[in-house]
């Protein structure tokens, strides 16, 4: 298993190519399936997640092709409407098959997400919003069975609070209903807004993403057409904490800071400075030390919990004593303890982390065990003294392009160990 070996202390200084975003890219290529005419999406990441994603489609019927960042996607013909589980259960993002699989074919097998190390994760919402299109949905032996001999119907979908996947989920499957569909209390997430204007493009007749009420006219059939994914918001802040760990300035090319709602003003308050350039963002540390600032996550445009751990990470040594809330997933700050054998001091109880910042952190050994703690802990190492040696890298290959090239380049000392 590979590890990563960082010795920290040295500042950040260059230009970060900021990759397309995995957890948009993922959704437009579930798209694909929904005509059998050649979707092409560009600044697609490289990323394990995406892989993974294109064996599934593959194993549908998709004929594909991957270069410069550029995939190909072709479903003129659906082979099979099963995913299996080995192909589900390592990455949630691949259920969102079910909804498009059933729109077009009117039936679908497929494997249950399970659980995974930031809590339950359910797919309850999802299943009660096909269900009220009019799918049969059975359960058996792990698997989704799910049947609409006559196609999806609009419906009045009215979740009871926020879910960025059942949100994609029911616009992939209500784009080709018959009738309309009006989800209330929509995820507003960018990437919702990407995917619709993919669909749109397509030909599809979506209104109101990016807003908490999505209508939704079904169409009888939907185009190829191409479409660039957006930055990730999600990369584009782990590099903007990096330098707030380690120091330094750095361009994010090719990211919108808009994207970041309000982690922007967070992040400025903690003491970082950010400016819009040509390229993308310049951003810089302007204090020695960063400043604590409490912070709460939410759905966008509230704090993203995915950059919640690195901002824990960047707490730890700050100026002061930070209180961080974790409000859409139960179990995500296992990255608290591995922050502490480097030296963060960091009490969780419930749902909230107090981090009374230090000096400086030491180089430990650590391990990674999701993908956005594991980006907490490089952070937490850049800013370190000494060297750290992160374990069970690979959650971070499956969301993060090039990490280790890309900090290398900027001249952070990282390097691979494969064992
Ligand atoms: C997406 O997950 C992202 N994944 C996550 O990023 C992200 O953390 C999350 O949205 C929140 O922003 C992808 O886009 C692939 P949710 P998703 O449905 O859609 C509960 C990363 O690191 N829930 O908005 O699965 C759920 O358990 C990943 O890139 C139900 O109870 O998140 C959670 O507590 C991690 N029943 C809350 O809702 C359901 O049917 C929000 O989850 C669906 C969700």
């Known amino acids: 298993m590979d590890k990563l070996a960082i010795i920290g202390g040295r500042p950040l200084y260059g230009i970060v190519p900021i990759s397309g975003a995995k957890n948009s890219a993922l959704k437009l290529m579930a798209a694909s399936l929904l005509t059998d005419e050649e979707l092409v999406l560009e600044n697609v990441p490289r990323l394990a997640d995406v892989d993974m994603l294109l064996r599934l489609l593959n194993q549908h019927g998709a004929q594909s092709s991957f270069e410069d960042a550029t995939l190909r996607l072709h479903a003129k013909d659906i082979i099979s409407t099963v995913a299996p589980y080995d192909l589900v259960r390592k990455m949630r993002a691949s259920f969102n098959v079910l909804g498009p699989l059933l729109a077009r074919e009117g039936k679908a097998k497929v494997s249950l997400p399970g659980g995974c190390a930031i809590g339950a994760r359910p797919v309850d919402l999802h299943l009660k919003a096909l269900t009220a299109m009019g799918a049969k949905i059975d359960l058996d032996e792990g698997y989704v069975i799910a049947e609409a001999p006559d196609g999806l119907q609009g419906a009045d979908i009215a979740f009871p609070f926020v879910s960025v996947g059942a949100t994609e989920h029911v616009m992939l499957a209500a784009v080709l209903a018959d009738g309309e569909t009006k989800i209330s209390n929509a995820a507003c997430e960018p990437e919702i807004v990407d995917l619709a204007d993919c669909l749109n493009a397509m030909g599809a007749k979506i209104s109101g993403a990016g807003t908490a009420s999505i209508n939704i006219v079904g169409v009888d059939r939907l185009a190829g057409v191409t479409h660039r994914v957006l930055p990730d918001r999600i990369e584009t802040g782990a590099y903007a904490m990096a330098v707030g760990a380690a120091g330094g300035e750095l361009t994010l090319a090719n990211a919108d800071i808009d994207l970041l709602g309000a982690a922007l003003p967070v992040l400025e308050k903690a003491g970082l400075s950010f400016e819009k350039t040509n390229e993308g963002v310049r951003v810089k540390t302007t204090r020695d030390r960063s400043l604590a600032v409490d912070i709460e996550t939410k759905p966008y445009p509230g704090i993203a919990t995915d950059l919640q751990a690195m901002f824990t990470a960047m707490m ?69 003294e000494g060297q750290t040696m992160v374990n069970r890298v690979y959650h971070l290959d499956r969301g993060f392009e090039r990490l280790e090239e890309k900090l290398a380049e900027c001249g952070a000392l990282i390097e691979r160990v494969s064992e």
């Open 316 to 384: 730890a040594t700050a100026d002061g004593v930070s209180h961080v809330k974790e409000t859409i997933f139960e179990n995500r700050f296992m990255h608290a303890p591995e922050l502490g054998r480097m030296g963060a001091k960091i009490s969780v109880d419930g749902q909230t982390a107090t981090v009374t910042g230090v000096a400086r952190l030491k180089g430990a050994p650590v391990m990674a065990t999701d993908l956005r703690a594991s980006m907490s802990l490089i952070i937490a190492a850049l800013g370190a």
